[in-house]
Each structure stands twice: as C-alpha cells, then as structure tokens.
C-alpha cells in the first residue's frame, strides 16, 4: 500500500545553516505530495506541494522537488532562523492521505 | 476565512466519564478528517466522513469511541467511557479534493 517515509529526526541547526529532511514515498498511481509545518501548540499548516513529477513546491524560502525517479520529496532550505523550528511532516494524497512520522527541527541562535 | 474550528482547546477530565470532542470544518469541505496525535504513536487517523457519511473508522480504537457527522458545517468525537490512555491532542481537518487543512487541535487529558 501506500506510504511515507522522513528522516528520523530531532535535527539541530545553527541559525543560517542549510536544511535538509529526506522524504521518500510507496505509492501506486501517481499521488500529490505536500510538506506541512507544525509549530508548538497549533495543528498542523500546509508548508508547500507538488501535484506532479518534476514540480517544484515553494513557500517561505522552503522548498521540494517531486522526484518519481527516486520516489522522493525532500525539503530544503538554504537558511534556517529560529523561527523555522517546528515539526515538519511529509505527506502523500492517493485515495487516502497518509503522513510521515514528522521530523522535529530546532534552531539554535 | 475562519479555519477549521475546534473546541473545547482543552479538556481534562477523569477516567470512566464521557468526553465530546467538536468540530467545525471549513465551509465548503466535503471531507472531514479526526486524527489523535501522542508522542508513541505520531498522528492516526481515526475516521473519516465524505459528504457526512462516514467512509472509513477503521482507525477508531475500540467501542469506547464514536464519530458523528450530522451536517456538513459540524461533527463530533465521543468518548465513552474515557481512559487514561486516551489522553493526546485530537486534531479535525477539512477538505475539498486535497490539501487537508487542520485544527488546532483539542488536549485531552484523563486522569
């Protein structure tokens, strides 16, 4: 069935280091991918998606690149501040909606 | 737009009551969504309902938990006798087509 794997976290950054937190998926037939953010204490918010292979999602300096070739969805960006910590979580949308575990992110000044 | 909104924020309470969980969704969403968020077991999906009608409770822990949809602009989470095992953040979310959009999300806490 379908599925999502993401990098085993908590991450620990410096503020302005280069982010990176691996997501690879299972899926049949050809589902939409999205990264969402959640910040202490609230639900979770839609970070940025890609609906196809070779999209490119895009929101606040973060990004992801639909990869069919290599069934991934990593986020990056290239420098991190303080208030990007949070749990980012991976997720795919084929008949149902399926999450990753989340990866928790810390930023340290 | 107003979100998706839940209530109560907060809720403690003791073990062996009932405990009733809301949510509004977005109007407009056709879909709407109950996941349960703990530390062990990450975010589940607990059921979800299309057009109010419920397509899949095959997350729902046991008989202690039900889910209604009476309308399209409400729904509920009950629990039933409560447990402490129970006690996590409940999240509701809507959609229309995808992506879904959460709540913030209801802290339950069993003593």
């Known amino acids: 069935g379908d599925s999502v794997t993401q990098m085993e976290g908590p991450v620990t950054l410096s503020e302005e280091a280069f982010l990176t937190i691996n997501c690879t998926y299972t899926a049949t037939g050809y589902p939409s991918l999205f990264w969402y953010v959640q910040y202490p204490g609230e639900g979770l918010q839609l970070l940025l998606k890609a609906t196809k292979a070779d999209d490119k999602g895009s929101n606040k300096g973060f990004e992801a690149t639909y990869r069919k070739e290599t069934t991934s969805f990593h986020l990056e960006k290239g420098s991190v501040q303080v208030s990007d910590s949070a749990v980012y979580f991976c997720a795919l949308a084929g008949n149902q909606f399926y999450f990753g575990t989340g990866t928790s992110l810390t930023v340290i000044p | 737009d107003a979100g998706v909104i839940q209530s109560p924020r907060h809720e403690v309470t003791e073990m062996g009551q009932e405990v009733t969980l809301r949510c509004k969704p977005i109007?407009?969403?056709?879909?709407l969504f109950w996941y349960r968020q703990t530390m062990m077991r990450g975010l589940e999906l607990l059921i979800y309902?299309?057009?109010?009608?419920?397509?899949?409770d095959s997350g729902m822990p046991e008989d202690r938990f039900s889910a209604k949809m009476p309308n399209a602009s409400f729904s509920t989470l009950k629990i039933q006798p409560s447990e402490p095992r129970d006690s996590a953040v409940y999240f509701c979310?809507?959609?229309?087509?995808?992506?879904?959009?959460f709540g913030n999300g209801t802290r339950l806490t069993v003593t």
């Open positions: 979310a809507s959609s229309l087509e995808r992506p879904l959009h």
């Open positions: 109007s407009g969403h056709n879909s």
């Open positions: 309902f299309n057009n109010n009608v419920p397509i899949d």
